[in-house]
């Protein structure tokens, strides 16, 4: 009997520091999933302050103003026109340019 209590109390605790570890763990990736929301967000407030100085801009432009790869500086553009904060002036290709709304 007493064996048996010293199991059952040491399997709890075990599950508490299981628990806990559990926690902490999924709360650093919480934290470093807010970071790269951050940064997103200020990459696009960015581009939108280029836009109000520059009037337009290309891929390239944005490519440039924030060191970040072509299909970045793509899906950055892609997110403010789904937004509706800018707009895509041409079709396809280098002459496409962004504009403000």
């Known amino acids: 009997m007493p064996t048996t209590i010293l199991t059952f109390a040491l399997g709890i605790i075990t599950g508490l520091a299981i628990a806990q570890l559990l926690r902490k763990k999924q709360t650093a990736i919480g934290k470093s ?4 929301i951050t940064a ?4 696009k407030d960015r581009i939108i302050a280029y836009l109000k100085q520059n009037t337009e801009a290309t891929n390239n432009d944005i490519e440039n103003l924030l060191k970040v790869s072509d299909s970045t500086a793509t899906r950055y553009l892609d997110e403010l026109e789904e937004e ?3 707009e895509q ?6 002459f496409v340019k962004y504009r403000l709304k």
């Open 89 to 94: 002036i041409g079709e396809k290709g280098r």
């Open 40 to 43: 997103k967000e200020e990459n």
């Open 84 to 86: 509706g904060k800018i």
């Open 33 to 36: 999933t807010q970071a790269q």
